[in-house]
């Protein structure tokens, strides 16, 4: 079965503070896929990064970086001089290669990211 | 492009009732995915469909149900209505199924509130 475990229920910082929410994930796939996504209050999740297994490589994106570590089942992303505007709930999720029941996005918890004034 | 909507976003019904929640997938996608968000469990997976097929289900109760149109359009029903069944419902369209590549990312719509009484 798959797991994904966020271990940060809630985070709060000060803007312009650099922030790093984890993630450490499970699975038996050897191919698999990250991703992260982003709930404001709205509700909507939004689609942040998809990372494939056999891609290592991290990743920046403005504000936002990623890193991805096979060797410890982790999935980390950061935010560079966080703003208010990145509070939101942050999920992190994985989707295994192998079809059948592992094909599913499996999401953890959640991370809570409050960013103030 | 138009993102995925979901009707209606917000719904009170009380128990023992039925409910069905319309999705429509951002054009040309033909992956609709269905999950259910509560502050207990979490983001959990009810189902997916593509060419209006039944692919992937998650441990859900029969009373859960879904469909796929030619359109590519998705609608969820819930049958006898249990107060455990409020909860936020998610829908996320893809492009395809599962392929490599990036293909397979799914985006999720605004998703409709669903309080039991």
């Known amino acids: 079965a798959q797991k994904v475990t966020q271990a940060q229920t809630e985070i709060s910082v000060v803007e312009k503070e650099d922030v790093t929410l984890d993630c450490v994930y499970e699975?038996?796939?050897?191919?698999?896929?990250l991703f992260w996504y982003k709930q404001p209050p709205s509700g909507e999740l939004v689609f942040l990064i998809r990372?494939?297994?056999?891609?290592?490589q991290n990743e920046i994106s403005g504000r936002y970086s990623w890193n991805f570590q096979k060797s410890t089942s982790s999935f980390n992303f950061t935010i560079t001089a966080s703003q208010v505007v990145d509070s939101a709930v942050y999920f992190c999720?994985?989707?295994?290669?192998?079809?059948?029941?592992?094909?599913?996005?499996?999401f953890g918890k959640g991370t809570l990211l409050t960013v103030n004034p | 492009k138009a993102g995925v909507t979901q009707t209606p976003r917000y719904l009170i019904k009380t128990r023992g009732q039925q409910v069905t929640l319309s999705c429509s997938p951002i054009?040309?996608?033909?992956?609709v995915s269905w999950y259910q968000q509560t502050p207990g469990q979490g983001l959990q997976f009810l189902f997916e469909?593509?060419?209006?097929?039944?692919?992937n289900k998650g441990n859900f109760p029969g009373r859960f149900s879904g469909r796929q149109f030619s359109n590519s359009r998705s609608e969820m029903n819930v049958s006898t209505l249990e107060l455990g069944d409020s909860a936020l419902y998610l829908c996320?369209?893809?492009?395809?199924?599962?392929?490599?590549?990036?293909?397979?990312?799914?985006?999720f719509g605004p998703g409709t509130r669903l309080t039991v009484l």
């Open positions: 996320a369209s893809s492009l395809h199924l599962f392929l490599a590549g990036d293909t397979d990312t799914q985006y």
């Open positions: 699975t038996r796939d050897t191919t698999y896929y």
């Open positions: 990372r494939n297994s056999f891609d290592e």
């Open positions: 999720a994985l989707r295994g290669g192998s079809g059948g029941s592992n094909y599913k996005l499996t």
């Open positions: 054009s040309g996608h033909r992956s």
């Open positions: 469909y593509f060419s209006e097929t039944q692919r």
